[in-house]
T-cell receptor, first 112, second 111 residues
Framework: KAGVTQTPRYLIKTRGQQVTLSCSPI?????VSWYQQTPGQGLQFLFE???????NKGNFPGRFSGRQFSNSRSEMNVSTLELGDSALYLC???????????FGSGTRLTVV | TQLLEQSPQFLSIQEGENLTVYCNSSSVFSSLQWYRQEPGEGPVLLVT?????EVKKLKRLTFQFGDARKDSSLHITAAQPGDTGLYLC???????????FGIGTKLQVIP
């Protein structure tokens, strides 16, 4: 079966711009979570969506937002980009938490 | 906030050696997962443990969940260069709380 698909794979933006990242989960998975990964901080939790509702939220500023559609596809948006937002953004879907996550390959965002 | 501490953070060993990676917390977890990540890719799930004291084996990898469900270990026997990667532990206090990841253990196996 198809895995978790994230688009785009790579993105270069300038400071102050905004960006939208997309994630298509595995069919049947209703939970989608987003993480930011940087070398110094590891994987930091952004938010989790379940059946179009935000179920959990991490400690990121309001510039980071997300949503989930009725087909479980999810998007995350970052407004007013800062240099520190450069990171690998990972999306993960799951059937249930105890089953673990299936991750996408990530979107590498570079802010210049 | 549930924190997961992993040790060691870096490990470089020769092919054929054994190693153990630890994941510790002061919090109790309903389940704990181990992942392996290669550069430029997302983490790949290796195992999920849910019962205190549980031991799971995956070929040369042995995973153990502590009796109190606060810690876990990953033991690799006779490491091979293909085992090289970033090993991450992750867990949540309950099925509806966020999943927290440890910082990871970067393993290099030298041929």
């Amino acid at each position: 079966k198809a895995g978790v698909t994230q688009t785009p794979r790579y993105l270069i933006k300038t400071r102050g711009q905004q960006v939208t990242l997309s994630c298509s989960p595995i069919s049947g998975h209703r939970s989608v979570s987003w993480y930011q990964q940087t070398p110094g901080q590891g994987l930091q939790f952004l938010f989790e969506y379940f059946s179009e509702t935000q179920r959990n939220k991490g400690n990121f500023p309001g510039r980071f937002s997300g949503r989930q559609f009725s087909n479980s596809r999810s998007e995350m948006n970052v407004s007013t980009l800062e240099l520190g937002d450069s990171a690998l953004y990972l999306c993960a879907s799951s059937f249930a938490q105890d089953y673990g996550y299936t991750f996408g390959s990530g979107t590498r965002l570079t802010v210049v | 906030t549930q924190l997961l501490e992993q040790s060691p953070q870096f490990l470089s060993i020769q092919e054929g050696e054994n190693l153990t990676v630890y994941c510790n917390s002061s919090s109790v977890f309903s389940s704990l997962q181990w992942y392996r990540q290669e550069p430029g890719e997302g983490p790949v799930l290796l195992v999920t443990v849910v019962t205190g004291g549980e031991v799971k084996k995956l070929k040369r990898l042995t995973f153990q969940f502590g009796d109190a469900r606060k810690d876990s270990s990953l033991h690799i026997t006779a490491a091979q260069p293909g085992d090289t990667g970033l090993y991450l532990c992750a867990g949540a206090a309950s099925g509806y709380q966020k999943v927290t990841f440890g910082i990871g253990t970067k393993l290099q196996v030298i041929p």
